[in-house]
């Protein structure tokens, strides 16, 4: 499958369809179904994607046709979006280091600085119990009391809303991926991404708790009230929660509930051993499932499973 438009952020099935209407100038779904072999249900969610990225327009009428957007105009117009988010990041960067600084000094009047992992508990409760409206949260290991957190239960009960990104290791401790199911069905919102190497909750976009480092036998964090440094921490908050692969899947979810248990940790970056162990499957088992679900897909590989799964709904 042609991959040469992903690292603008179109995935391989969505640019063999561009490529298909670029080869028509304009083209109905149901035409291009019958070339690339797909549903036409399929190939019109990809064209609305297309037609997101500013690669395709759809045309005047009731019937649905596209219209290819000259590529070199548009490619550079999606070019100058995705640099616009790098360049967030970069601006991150910069805030963080203010919070290193601050830490250094002890405390500012934005920045309070706790030690011990009693403090840190109290103020993960204190901040939960707090929130009125949202919780969000970058969450990995290691943890310094319990992996478990019954206070988001109550607050989920009480209309705070909870938006949660784990990082792949934190499905490999005992009982973890158990908690977030239980709290999935409680109303959390969860996602994963690989590669998270901070912690922190946000409530209410007005208090922030960030552990400043993973050593627990030196245990401190950051009590970060409104400032930019906090604005910093939701824009961070904000790119990884768009990149990141949901945890919970729609009603609709064509897969059954031990397929979409094994995408669901293929695509979080476990290893073999770790997913097999999860789903209490032997290696070879697990891998002759993932085959399948590779070839179901049309994935050639994990990465373009959880691309695909995620832009046709099944994640």
Not at 94 to 104: C, R, V, W
Not at 184 to 207: C, F, N, S, T
Request: charged content about 25%; overall charge neutral.
């Amino acid at each position: 499958m042609i991959t040469e438009l992903t690292a603008a952020g179109i995935d391989p099935f969505d640019e063999c369809v561009y490529r298909a209407v670029l080869a028509r100038h304009t083209a109905r779904p149901v035409e291009l179904a019958a070339e690339l072999g797909h549903s036409a249900e399929r190939i019109g969610r990809a064209l609305d994607r297309l037609r997101d990225h500013g690669l395709v327009g759809r045309l005047a009428g009731s019937r649905r046709r596209y219209a290819a957007i000259e590529p070199r105009a548009a490619m550079e117009a999606l070019i100058r979006a995705r640099t616009v988010e790098l360049d967030r990041v970069r601006s991150a960067a910069t805030e963080l280091s203010l919070l290193f600084n601050a830490a250094q000094e002890g405390a500012t009047d934005d920045v309070e600085i706790t030690t011990g992992s009693e403090a840190l508990g109290r103020w993960f409760v204190r901040l939960q119990q707090e929130a009125r409206k949202e919780v969000i949260a970058l969450d990995r290991p290691p943890y310094a009391l319990t992996t478990s957190n019954p206070v988001e239960t109550a607050a989920l009960a009480r209309g705070v809303e909870y938006r949660s990104i784990y990082a792949p290791e934190a499905l490999q401790w005992p009982g973890v991926l158990g908690d977030i199911r239980e709290l999935i069905g409680h109303g959390e919102q969860a996602r994963v991404l690989p590669g998270l190497r901070v912690k922190i909750a946000i409530a209410d976009r007005r208090l922030a708790l960030m552990p400043l480092s993973l050593d627990l036998t030196d245990v401190r964090a950051a009590v970060i009230r409104p400032s930019t440094l906090l604005d910093a921490l939701i824009d961070y908050w904000e790119m990884c929660w768009r990149q990141a692969t949901p945890l919970d899947a729609p009603a609709a979810d064509p897969l059954d509930e031990e397929d979409r248990q094994l995408l669901i940790l293929l695509v979080s970056g476990l290893k073999d051993e770790a997913i097999a162990r999860q789903l209490g499957l032997s290696i070879r088992t697990m891998r002759r499932r993932m085959s399948r679900l590779l070839d179901l897909l049309g994935a050639a590989n994990r990465f373009q499973a959880g691309v695909i799964a995620a832009r046709s709904g099944w994640l």
